[in-house]
């Protein structure tokens, strides 16, 4: 770190200046992963005394998650039960008890190997479907206030037509991407951009444009249209076709509250984002003021 500036103009304002950054170069901690300084320490749910800023955090349980289908501190490895709070729009971190009675299952006289493996991937599955339960009124929150934020115009009365011209203002920069609830954006895309964009996630080893990759598209969309789905809807649950488009997040897989994308379908982005709402109007251009576009995260030691 430099030292503190000492300049000798004005030296009440240098001193008090001097005195802060001293203050606040004692307090400051780096994060353990990304090495930047974390502005709000979390709280562990276990007892490692690790320094994470939120979004390493975040990332690290997605991981684990995606690997083994449990969340795990990066550290010590303990499970952990991730749960969203929609009306404060918080994620909360407790020690996952019952991920904790299963791996006893595994000792010497326990559960059969496969059995336990079947079980295991059942949690990870009704975790992944309790999280985005749990995120599903914020998420129709943000749309409803997106929708206020920016009106529809008069001349597109239609809903289809009504999102299609809404995320063609989005893409010529005149107003900007929905939100999803992890604070990330909300991007319009087609069936194949979107199946482009889950290998370029899922193979990144492969060049994106080479002949590998594009034939790996071109079978995985063909897969897609032949079972008549590339996508399902987080909010109402409809199977998208691949000649349709959808609304999907561009944080992707990277947090824990989606670990396998989040989508939102025309048909919910027109009825929750344009319908008739009792809250009060937000005003085009002004940043909303919505606790999730700063998702914050907290932790407490409770029980599944």
Same mark, same amino acid.
């Given at each position: 770190l430099?030292?503190?500036?000492?300049?000798?103009?004005?030296?009440?304002l240098d001193k008090a200046f001097t005195c802060t950054y001293r203050v606040m170069a004692a307090v400051t901690e780096d994060c353990?992963?990304?090495?930047?300084?974390?502005?709000?320490?979390?709280?562990?749910? !276990?007892a490692c005394n690790v320094g994470y800023c939120s979004s390493c955090w975040d990332r690290s349980l997605a991981q684990?998650?995606?690997? !083994?289908?449990?969340?795990?501190?990066?550290? !010590?490895?303990?499970?952990?039960?991730?749960?969203?709070?929609?009306?404060?729009?918080?994620?909360?971190?407790?020690?996952?008890?019952?991920?904790?009675?299963?791996?006893?299952?595994?000792?010497?006289?326990?559960?059969?190997?496969a059995e336990l493996q079947a079980t295991t991937s059942f949690r990870a599955l009704l975790a992944r479907r309790r999280l985005?339960?749990?995120?599903?009124?914020?998420?129709?929150r943000l749309l409803a206030q997106y929708g206020l934020a920016y009106p529809a115009s008069e001349q597109h009365s239609a809903p289809l037509q009504l999102v299609a011209s809404c995320a063609e203002a989005c893409a010529a920069g005149s107003r900007p991407w929905p939100r999803c609830v992890c604070s990330s954006q909300l991007e319009r895309v087609d069936g194949r951009e979107r199946m482009r964009q889950v290998l370029r996630r899922q193979f990144p080893m492969l060049r994106e444009g080479s002949p590998d990759f594009e034939?790996?598209?071109d079978n995985a969309y063909q897969d897609a249209c032949n079972v008549r789905c590339m996508a399902e809807c987080d909010l109402c649950g409809t199977r998208v076709p691949p000649e349709q488009y959808v609304w999907t997040c561009s944080n992707g897989d990277s947090t824990i509250l989606h670990t396998n994308a989040y989508d939102v379908c025309d048909s919910c982005f027109a009825r929750h984002g344009y319908s008739t709402f009792t809250a009060e109007p937000a005003h085009a251009g002004d940043d909303m003021q919505d606790a999730s576009s700063t998702m914050s995260v907290s932790s407490e030691d409770e029980d599944m």
């Amino acid at each position: 770190l430099p030292k503190p500036c000492t300049w000798g103009v004005h030296s009440g304002l240098d001193k008090a200046f001097t005195c802060t950054y001293r203050v606040m170069a004692a307090v400051t901690e780096d994060c353990a992963v990304c090495f930047e300084p974390i502005c709000a320490r979390i709280e562990l749910p !276990c007892a490692c005394n690790v320094g994470y800023c939120s979004s390493c955090w975040d990332r690290s349980l997605a991981q684990s998650y995606k690997a !083994c289908g449990q969340a795990r501190c990066p550290s !010590c490895r303990l499970a952990v039960r991730a749960d969203f709070d929609a009306e404060r729009c918080q994620l909360r971190f407790s020690r996952d008890e019952g991920a904790a009675a299963l791996a006893n299952c595994g000792s010497p006289g326990g559960a059969p190997p496969a059995e336990l493996q079947a079980t295991t991937s059942f949690r990870a599955l009704l975790a992944r479907r309790r999280l985005v339960e749990q995120a599903q009124p914020a998420q129709i929150r943000l749309l409803a206030q997106y929708g206020l934020a920016y009106p529809a115009s008069e001349q597109h009365s239609a809903p289809l037509q009504l999102v299609a011209s809404c995320a063609e203002a989005c893409a010529a920069g005149s107003r900007p991407w929905p939100r999803c609830v992890c604070s990330s954006q909300l991007e319009r895309v087609d069936g194949r951009e979107r199946m482009r964009q889950v290998l370029r996630r899922q193979f990144p080893m492969l060049r994106e444009g080479s002949p590998d990759f594009e034939r790996l598209l071109d079978n995985a969309y063909q897969d897609a249209c032949n079972v008549r789905c590339m996508a399902e809807c987080d909010l109402c649950g409809t199977r998208v076709p691949p000649e349709q488009y959808v609304w999907t997040c561009s944080n992707g897989d990277s947090t824990i509250l989606h670990t396998n994308a989040y989508d939102v379908c025309d048909s919910c982005f027109a009825r929750h984002g344009y319908s008739t709402f009792t809250a009060e109007p937000a005003h085009a251009g002004d940043d909303m003021q919505d606790a999730s576009s700063t998702m914050s995260v907290s932790s407490e030691d409770e029980d599944m």
